[in-house]
């Protein structure tokens, strides 16, 4: 039976063999954590306790739902219209309604004007709402056929290792490799295991693109090169996972401050609340020389996107919840850049 990690779980019968299956895969996945990203005592995770000066979430918060209209702050990333222009004839005011209205062209740019410049300012924008809720049930079957791929590999190398026949390390130390070594999965800090490689199909995956590529392509400019797609999962509360420590996925390439040359796209698989452990940012951190420490934790629904500059300080908070938080990412950079801590370029954008 397939192996589904989402936010509502099935009722399974204590012994039942989904039941049994599903708690041999949990223990699988806890085994190849390294036992520095254990915790200790069977203490539950840490709860989240906001730093000094935590910012609220919605000044990084641009609409950007289909069809909704922009808000006010959304809307002034446009600028407003003369009294003259919104005196015009009402022929005029119909002819242009389509464009402006919700949905219309002139609001799809202020909300792509007030993503941008909200992203280049904090390092952080999420945009609400931008992915219609159907297209997500794709998107977590993805998810969790390459869950079971991986823990079909892991299983298989578990297996190897107990029998001797595991490929060793590089290092000559004589000890099995460990799975961050490995293609198919990378383990994080956290208690977080990161699915390197989504099998969706390549027309799901450009129709959920189309929700934030204008933002990414304004950003990067021409030739943008797709990294990889990928997934993690943070395990959920049972498996004693903490916070993760705070990171940046890429360090400065200079010390002057420059326009984003890579970025992370979020899309939670179901809703995020504090339980669930969202990501938390440090705003303005992704500018060479900043000395801000305030912070702002993304909560997010399902269809919510984040998007973040790739310099950017964050951290994943503990998941405290009772289910896994399963997220997809995208990865996109100019085209002149590679990250050598993960991998090639894979598309051309």
Same mark, same amino acid.
């Given at each position: &039976? &397939?192996? %589904?990690?989402?936010?509502?779980?099935?009722?399974?019968?204590?012994?039942?063999?989904?039941?049994?299956?599903?708690?041999?895969?949990?223990?699988?996945?806890?085994?190849?954590?390294?036992?520095?990203?254990?915790?200790?005592?069977?203490?539950?995770?840490?709860?989240?306790?906001? *730093?000094?000066? /935590?910012?609220?979430?919605?000044?990084?918060?641009?609409?950007?739902? $289909?069809?909704?209209?922009?808000?006010?702050? /959304?809307?002034?990333?446009?600028?407003?219209?003369?009294?003259?222009?919104?005196?015009? &004839?009402? &022929?005029?005011?119909?002819?242009?309604?389509?464009?402006?209205?919700?949905?219309? =062209?002139?609001?799809?740019? =202020?909300?792509?004007?007030?993503?941008?410049?909200?992203?280049?300012?904090?390092?952080?924008?999420?945009?609400?709402?931008?992915?219609?809720?159907?297209?997500?049930?794709?998107?977590?079957? +993805?998810?969790?056929?390459?869950?079971?791929?991986?823990?079909?590999?892991?299983?298989?190398?578990? *297996?190897?290792?107990?029998?001797?026949?595991?490929?060793?390390?590089?290092?000559?130390?004589?000890?099995?490799?460990?799975? %961050? *070594?490995?293609?198919?999965?990378?383990?994080?800090?956290?208690?977080?295991?990161?699915?390197?490689?989504?099998?969706?199909? +390549?027309?799901?995956?450009?129709?959920?693109?189309?929700?934030?590529?204008?933002? @990414?392509?304004?950003?990067?400019?021409?030739?943008?090169?797709?990294?990889?797609?990928?997934?993690?999962? =943070?395990?959920?509360?049972?498996?004693?996972?903490?916070?993760? $420590?705070?990171?940046?996925?890429?360090?400065?390439?200079?010390?002057? $401050?420059?326009?984003?040359?890579?970025?992370?796209?979020? @899309?939670?698989?179901?809703?995020?609340?504090?339980? =669930?452990?969202?990501?938390?940012?440090?705003?303005?951190?992704?500018?060479?020389?900043?000395?801000?420490?305030?912070? @702002?934790?993304?909560?997010?629904?399902?269809?919510?996107?984040?998007?973040?500059? #790739?310099?950017?300080?964050?951290?994943?908070?503990?998941?405290?919840?009772?289910?896994?938080?399963?997220?997809? #990412?995208?990865?996109?950079?100019?085209?002149?850049?590679?990250?050598?801590?993960?991998?090639?370029? /894979?598309?051309?954008?």
């Amino acid at each position: &039976s &397939s192996f %589904s990690i989402g936010a509502t779980r099935p009722h399974r019968a204590p012994g039942s063999p989904s039941s049994l299956c599903a708690m041999r895969r949990t223990r699988l996945l806890r085994s190849w954590l390294h036992p520095q990203q254990r915790r200790q005592g069977g203490a539950p995770p840490p709860p989240f306790v906001p *730093e000094a000066g /935590t910012l609220s979430p919605d000044a990084f918060i641009v609409d950007a739902a $289909p069809n909704a209209a922009p808000d006010a702050a /959304t809307a002034s990333a446009v600028g407003g219209s003369s009294s003259s222009e919104s005196s015009s &004839s009402t &022929s005029s005011s119909s002819s242009s309604s389509s464009s402006s209205g919700p949905g219309g =062209a002139d609001a799809k740019r =202020a909300t792509l004007r007030a993503a941008a410049s909200t992203l280049l300012e904090h390092g952080v924008v999420q945009l609400r709402g931008a992915l219609p809720t159907e297209a997500l049930p794709t998107l977590r079957g +993805a998810h969790d056929r390459r869950l079971e791929e991986v823990l079909a590999q892991l299983a298989a190398l578990r *297996e190897a290792r107990l029998l001797g026949s595991a490929p060793r390390e590089a290092s000559g130390g004589g000890e099995p490799a460990a799975p %961050s *070594e490995f293609e198919v999965a990378c383990v994080r800090d956290g208690a977080r295991l990161d699915l390197v490689g989504i099998p969706a199909p +390549a027309a799901a995956l450009d129709e959920v693109e189309a929700a934030w590529l204008p933002l @990414v392509r304004a950003l990067l400019g021409p030739g943008l090169q797709r990294l990889w797609v990928g997934s993690f999962v =943070a395990l959920a509360a049972s498996e004693r996972c903490g916070h993760q $420590p705070w990171h940046a996925d890429a360090p400065q390439l200079f010390h002057v $401050p420059l326009p984003p040359h890579a970025l992370n796209v979020f @899309v939670p698989l179901a809703d995020v609340d504090l339980d =669930a452990g969202p990501t938390e940012f440090r705003p303005g951190s992704h500018l060479a020389g900043s000395e801000r420490e305030d912070s @702002v934790a993304l909560c997010s629904r399902a269809g919510d996107v984040i998007v973040y500059d #790739y310099r950017v300080w964050h951290r994943g908070l503990a998941n405290r919840s009772d289910a896994p938080r399963r997220v997809m #990412y995208f990865t996109y950079a100019k085209p002149w850049w590679r990250d050598a801590n993960k991998g090639a370029s /894979t598309a051309g954008m």
